[in-house]
């Protein structure tokens, strides 16, 4: 039970329905979906594009999303939505190329957007409604403008040169040349536009039409491989989730390209570890955690690839036999010498469960802000650089190549118990999002907390051999930490994320939305 001496949220509470977003705008057009009659699949496609408008640059129509749906019979579907390379991308282009990576917003981070194809496949095979009655929140908002809310408002100043530097950025994600204040109205006519077009023509007005040809000749004329034929053949998938057991619940994500089985690898480890034997806040837990996320990115970085394209061997990284040889390498003496670079960007998560218990675990992100900062200047679209998550390696299996997706940042998450939805979460935060699923699970499941003080706890991460640790970690932790060899830097808030219950005997819904954001989780 939460301390009400202590600073923080309660938990949200609802018995017919619920939604838990970053944004209190969408989370209250998404439970609007949900008392008009509209199911779970409804909401989170509503909520995610009026999120375009309220947190632009986190995501966007020109980015991608993954999708874990859940059903109340406890069967549980999963949505790729994510978009490829261009096809061009030969093995010679890149020999030519001379690129010995791919920088964060170069051209050619630019991939194949899938999030307006995912919107359209989820609204169909589990949704009541289509895309042109989904969209309306989103149209109004953009047209009469939203407010610049003080999260967005930080995040937005460090992007403000970049968009500054490109016609479409400057002429429709700044305000007189700057980046909008906390409190400022911002209105998107154009993305309005957009979303008027793709509502009265459907999904394919954005794949083969006039926002099609706006992407294109944007993006080449830049030095984009990207061609409208790229564009038309374009198509999301449906693929089974995969899992693994830990404190009697299943817990389920994406499989790759996501990087989900980052997560399940590191449940695995911590499984072995007896991890209930030591206290929520000690040092004991911290290192346990971070030595196994450690080693689940080392395997991560080696394997997980585009699996059209390459060989990814889950049932041997998620065996018994990997989960133990894994766990023998952690020292509870001093942290293992893994120096992995990471990179930390943001995004848009949300959760939203109905009446009759469907649940809807959402991610849908352009990468980095703004993504690329490459926006159509006729459209309004920021388009992703989601292909700055391939490698130039051609011997790698998640090289930059033609039609391939690269390896995903973002992950939903799910959880079963008993064969009945658990719990619906997802944490924001471009590399960190497996560690902020084994966190927030780990704070559930293992030390009894509710979803909210789940999602309040304070963060860490290692990076490049440093551990970042929020500033409200405590000192002694910290210290005892750095006594075993971790380097501890402190940082700023680390990721976001949304979390909603199932507590099937007592009828209610619990939910949770990350103080690190502005958003909002909100029942009824």
């Not at 930390?344 to 959760?351: A, C, F, H, N």
């Not at 979390?499 to 619990?510: E, P, Q, S, T, Y």
Request: net charge negative; glycine share 10%; aromatic share 6%.
């Amino acid at each position: 039970m939460r301390r009400f001496d202590r600073p923080g949220r309660s938990a949200a509470y609802g018995s017919r329905g619920m939604a838990a977003t970053s944004a209190p705008l969408a989370t209250l057009a998404a439970i609007d979906t949900l008392r008009a009659g509209g199911n779970a699949a409804d909401a989170a496609v509503v909520a995610s594009a009026v999120l375009c408008v309220a947190e632009p640059g986190m995501t966007g129509l020109g980015g991608d999303c993954f999708v874990l749906v859940g059903k109340p019979d406890g069967t549980v579907t999963g949505l790729n939505a994510s978009g490829r390379a261009a096809r061009a991308m030969s093995p010679d282009w890149l020999k030519a190329s001379g690129l010995r990576s791919i920088p964060l917003r170069s051209v050619h981070t630019i991939t194949v957007p899938g999030a307006i194809d995912g919107w359209d496949r989820l609204l169909k095979a589990h949704g009541t409604m289509d895309l042109s009655e989904a969209l309306k929140p989103a149209i109004q908002l953009a047209e009469d403008g939203v407010p610049v809310t003080p999260r967005v408002a930080f995040d937005w100043l460090e992007d403000a040169p970049h968009l500054a530097a490109d016609e479409g950025g400057k002429r429709h994600y700044l305000k007189d040349g700057r980046a909008p204040r906390e409190g400022e109205i911002m209105a998107y006519p154009a993305l309005a536009r957009s979303l008027r077009h793709i509502a009265r023509e459907g999904r394919d007005a954005f794949y083969t039409g006039a926002i099609a040809e706006d992407i294109i000749h944007t993006a080449s004329a830049l030095g984009s491989l990207l061609t409208r034929d790229d564009l038309a053949a374009h198509e999301g998938n449906w693929v089974e989730p995969i899992s693994t057991h830990f404190m009697d619940r299943e817990i389920l994500e994406i499989p790759p390209s996501g990087q989900g089985l980052t997560a399940l690898i590191a449940f695995n480890i911590l499984a072995q570890t007896g991890l209930r034997r030591h206290a929520a806040c000690s040092v004991e837990r911290h290192h346990l955690e971070i030595e196994a996320m450690k080693l689940a990115w080392e395997l991560r970085n080696r394997h997980i690839a585009d699996p059209d394209h390459a060989a990814i061997p889950v049932d041997r990284l998620l065996s018994p036999e990997t989960a133990a040889q894994l766990a023998s390498m952690i020292d509870m003496t001093r942290t293992l010498d893994i120096r992995t670079q990471m990179r930390q960007s943001d995004t848009i998560y949300l959760s939203v469960v109905d009446e009759e218990r469907l649940a809807v675990s959402f991610i849908n992100s352009v990468y980095d802000r703004f993504g690329s900062c490459i926006v159509t200047p006729e459209t309004g679209i920021a388009l992703q650089n989601r292909g700055a998550c391939f490698v130039t390696d051609p011997a790698h299996p998640n090289c930059i190549g033609p039609g391939k997706r690269p390896l995903h940042t973002i992950i939903p998450a799910m959880v079963k118990k008993d064969g009945r939805i658990d719990m619906s979460y997802g944490v924001m935060g471009g590399d960190y999002q497996p560690m902020g699923h084994v966190s927030v699970a780990v704070n559930h499941y293992v030390y009894g907390m509710d979803p909210q003080e789940a999602i309040d706890f304070p963060r860490y991460f290692p990076e490049d051999g440093k551990l970042l640790a929020e500033s409200a970690m405590d000192p002694e932790l910290c210290a005892g930490l750095a006594a075993l060899g971790h380097e501890v830097v402190p940082t700023g808030p680390l990721g976001g994320g949304q979390a909603i219950a199932i507590d099937h005997a007592g009828g209610v819904l619990i939910g949770g939305s990350d103080p690190r954001k502005d958003g909002l989780a909100l029942g009824y």
